[in-house]
């Protein structure tokens, strides 16, 4: 049975050699390639893709809503921001805009709210 489970892991993974990097079973480790280390955006790069100012980053980073880390320790002095979670801040706050103004929209396509012009 072990044989035959072997054989046909080999079989899958010689057809999908993208599928290998890592592949764990009977909790022992496959491979022993290396996990990278995250890569993170810095607090300019972040304040360019939100069109904030850097301090308000800072500031969202300080009040624990983007994830981020000091790369040289807690004694660094740059942080580095995780992409996804920044990712999905922005995404939150899109949804939270896109919600705000459906009311108003309706509004105004209803009749109910002139537009003056």
């Known amino acids: ?21 890592r592949v764990c079973y009977d909790a022992r480790v496959e491979s022993t390639a290396q996990l990278k280390s995250p890569k993170g955006i810095t607090v300019d790069e ?3 893709l939100l069109r904030y100012s850097p301090a308000t980053v800072r500031r969202l980073i300080a009040d624990r809503i983007l994830v981020a880390w000091k790369p040289g320790g807690p004694g660094g002095r ?16 899109i949804a939270r805009a896109r919600s705000d103004a459906a009311p108003v929209q309706s509004a105004i396509l209803q009749g109910e709210l002139p537009l003056i012009w």
């Open 1 to 21: 049975m072990r044989v035959m489970i072997a054989a046909t892991r080999r079989n899958f993974l010689q057809k999908n050699p993208a599928f290998a990097t």
């Open 46 to 48: 972040a304040a360019a």
């Open 78 to 93: 740059k942080y580095l921001i995780d992409e996804v979670s920044l990712a999905r801040w922005q995404a939150a706050s």
